[in-house]
């Protein structure tokens, strides 16, 4: 990117709460169910029906405002955003404007968790959250020249996570996506599903000389719900911004679309500001009291937060920040490495490294996860206690961890299918090695004679003749008696 230029970022990120029913009304939230099959008449925008606040909708959006260290407001209240389209029944969204439930938090994002050093983290604040309710979902395609509109989506409660202007690059707003993503998940909020529309983003996009204070226009780039178009839409449009400067131009406030195909983005409509909305407050909801006990009972079920378990897997187990990152990236994953470390006798350093290269990298081959791994916890377990008992090599578990993966059986079942047990008894590798040595004698000499490097030609022999089975060990220590 071009150095004179400083790209600005904040974003705007809508999380689906996972609440069974909408924010309210009592219809169901389940995705992908038949158009229109839970949309009452209260998502519908019937004449003189009235919302119901739903509860859980409230208790989650908390949850989230601790684990960011936000304020909590004592009072907040619900307000009307009017504007016309139709996906939206009522004419207005149920959102919320002066008093958002949750104000200044913020969220420590870690720029390279491949280092050890502090300074790699960066502190992304995080202006509010409101909770608001979701729109329809337009249609276009196989309705013979019409569009249709499933209200299924229509009152499902969604919480807005503004962040601050903060980031100052594609990837750092990946980065931020990716902690948050994370955390939602974590905290048990939502499903985080981005191809559902569960996590979806809005990006406010300026760039300004470096060195500037003053902030440039913006453009906003409306619902991105991948990673990578997240990244390749903000790099683009960073890149049209200063181009459109460069060439002496003003950038003109506006929302655009990012179209993936062809990986750029293009005017949607002249920006609106805030007044355009014509905010109110709601009559229909009363001002909600958010009372200390009760935002103190919801802390006390707080889960473990990803950055403690991080640290913690760092301490306890002494995995290097690198791997305690990895596996404590999502829950399924820490379980998974949890569960293996507490049911082997091996170090959970050990378990670590089978989980990051062998098990994952396994995985990634078929572009399958954790939570479809054909080996269990327990069963890693089992075979990295095969190693440490010595029943069987490193070298030969690897084998045994492959036909594990295929599904052949537990580690013991193979190792004894296929008589891969480890030799360990002292006289049958005396024997081999006096055989082995009987038969090179001019290596023998040539060894004795200060040729010390042909030590790993013996070794080899061994394996062989042992088909990788000898106890490498033993090996090195017996044939050190025998060369002398
Ligand atoms: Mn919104």
Redesign the pocket.
């Known amino acids: 990117m071009n150095k004179k230029w400083e790209i600005i970022i904040g974003l705007?990120v809508?999380v689906q709460l996972a609440t069974a029913s909408k924010l309210f009304s009592g219809s169901a939230t389940a995705y992908g169910r038949k158009q229109n099959s839970q949309a009452c008449i209260i998502d519908l925008g019937f004449p003189g029906v009235l919302p119901t606040l739903n509860a859980e909708a409230i208790r989650l959006a908390i949850k989230l405002g601790l684990a960011i260290n936000g304020k909590i407001a004592e009072q907040t209240s619900f307000a009307r955003k009017n504007y016309f389209y139709p996906d939206l029944p009522k004419g207005y969204q149920i959102?919320q404007h002066q008093d958002p439930i949750i104000k200044d938090g913020y969220l420590n994002i870690d720029l390279d968790a491949k280092d050890d050093a502090i300074d790699a983290i960066k502190t992304i604040h995080i202006t509010h959250a409101h909770l608001?309710e979701d729109a329809g979902k337009l249609m276009h395609e196989n309705f013979h020249g019409f569009s249709g509109i499933d209200f299924n989506r229509a009152g499902i409660p969604?919480i807005?996570i503004v962040s601050a202007p903060d980031l100052r690059s594609a990837r750092e707003a990946v980065i931020y996506l990716k902690t948050l993503h994370n955390l939602v998940r974590y905290l048990g909020i939502s499903d985080g599903n981005m191809q559902e529309g569960s996590f979806r983003c809005d990006a406010n996009v300026s760039v300004r000389k470096c060195g500037a204070q003053e902030l440039g226009t913006r453009t906003e780039i409306k619902n991105l719900n991948s990673f990578r178009f997240i990244e390749r839409a903000i790099e683009f449009e960073a890149a049209r911004q200063i181009s459109v400067l460069e060439s002496r131009n003003k950038i003109i406030q506006e929302t655009r679309l990012y179209d993936a195909e062809k990986n750029e983005t293009r005017a949607m409509r002249s920006k609106e500001e805030s007044l355009d909305y014509r905010y109110f407050p709601d009559p229909d909801l009363l001002p909600l009291v958010l009372e200390k006990e009760y935002v103190e009972e919801i802390r006390s079920t707080l889960p473990e937060l990803p950055w403690e378990k991080c640290a913690r897997f760092h301490t306890q187990y002494e995995l290097s920040k690198y791997d305690a990152n990895i596996l404590s990236a999502n829950l399924k994953m820490a379980k998974y490495f949890e569960e293996t470390a507490e049911n082997t006798n091996a170090s959970a350093k050990t378990a670590a490294n089978w989980i990051i290269v062998e098990l994952l990298g396994a995985l990634n081959k078929y572009d399958s996860e954790i939570s479809a791994s054909p080996i269990s916890a327990k069963q890693l377990a089992e075979l990295l206690d095969k190693i440490h008992d010595q029943t069987i090599s490193g070298k030969i578990a690897k084998e045994v961890f492959f036909s594990m993966f295929n599904g052949e059986g537990t580690a013991m079942e193979i190792i004894e299918k296929n008589g891969l047990k480890q030799i360990t008894d002292d006289n049958v590798l005396t024997k081999i090695i006096d055989d082995i040595l009987a038969a090179n004698q001019n290596a023998v000499k040539n060894y004795q004679a200060g040729k010390t490097q042909l030590f790993g030609f013996f070794v080899g022999q061994v394996m062989q003749v042992t088909g990788g089975k000898a106890s490498p060990k033993q090996v090195n220590e017996l044939l050190k008696n025998k060369l002398g």
């Open positions: 705007e809508h959102s608001e969604l807005e």
